[in-house]
């Protein structure tokens, strides 16, 4: 008997989509299952973001589907999506500098009035993250790269997500708190079984550190498989890593 595969936590399927009649993704396919670290990587306009926007409602899918655990959430806004249980971790900084660390994990949870509920949610966050824990009155701006970059992961957990898309972890950050803001999604990953989409610029950091990883050119996926596996890829070295 056949082994059948689990269902995937988000599939992207034959996505077509653009911006004002240019479609820039031509028919891309990719799935993330339960508790994996998923990259997708590939040249400078070759449409990663534009991928994350398909999934995230922010531009019209005009082909194609995007489905979470099985239900298709394609034409869903940012709302829904985040009533669905995805959350998207920004590329730009999106912390508040004059506010403290605790201010800024609470927004996570901005339209819940209950105090109690926000006060024990965030002492949830802040069990995940003990370094913020310790800050938690300090003022956010007096972080540094990689405390502000896991603050912005601590809030965007607030809502208990199962999936979180990331655009872009590792700018502004050095080589070193790349691989601490990666080493953080694991044992995020391995403590809460919580699930990663990152769309990433630097291919080398983004396949070693994930489990899995999309190559997308031109709008389309050209390679894909376990990080390590496109690494070693004689093409994909070539391509992207000028090996
Ligand atoms: N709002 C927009 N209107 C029109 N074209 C756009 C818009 N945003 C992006 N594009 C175009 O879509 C293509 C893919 O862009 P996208 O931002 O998805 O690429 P990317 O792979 O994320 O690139 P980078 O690594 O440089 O961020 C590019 O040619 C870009 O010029």
């Known amino acids: 008997m056949p082994i059948s595969e689990p269902e995937p936590l988000l599939e992207v ?11 820039i993704l031509h028919g891309v396919d990719l799935v993330v299952h339960e508790g ?14 534009t991928v994350f926007k398909a999934v995230y409602g922010l531009i019209d899918v005009r082909e194609g589907s995007v489905l979470m655990a099985g239900k298709d959430i394609t034409s869903y806004g940012p709302q829904q999506l985040l009533t669905s249980g995805i959350a998207l971790v920004p590329q730009l900084p999106a912390i508040f500098p004059g506010m403290t660390v605790y201010e800024n994990i609470e927004l996570g949870m901005y339209l819940e009035r209950d105090k109690k509920k926000i006060r024990h949610r965030v002492d949830e966050v802040f069990d995940l993250f003990p370094k913020l824990a310790a800050r938690r009155k300090q ?27 990331m655009d872009e972890p590792s700018v502004g950050l050095s080589p070193i708190l790349v691989r601490e803001v990666f080493e953080q999604l694991r044992s995020l ?17 983004g ?37």
């Open 13 to 23: 399927r034959g996505v077509r989509a653009g911006y004002k009649g240019v479609d």
């Open 36 to 49: 994996e670290i998923v990259c997708v990587v590939g040249p400078n306009g070759s449409g990663k973001s």
């Open 139 to 165: 003022q956010a701006g007096t972080l540094s790269g990689g405390e502000r970059r896991a603050l912005e992961i601590g809030r965007s957990l607030m809502l208990k997500p199962r999936l979180v898309l």
């Open 189 to 205: 990953r391995d403590e809460t079984g919580l699930t990663f989409l990152i769309i990433e610029q630097n291919a080398r950091s």
């Open 207 to 243: 396949l070693e550190l994930s489990d899995r990883g999309y190559v997308i050119e031109r709008g389309r996926v050209t390679y894909s498989g376990a990080g390590g596996e496109l690494l070693a890829d004689a093409e994909v070295r070539k391509t992207f890593l000028g090996v």
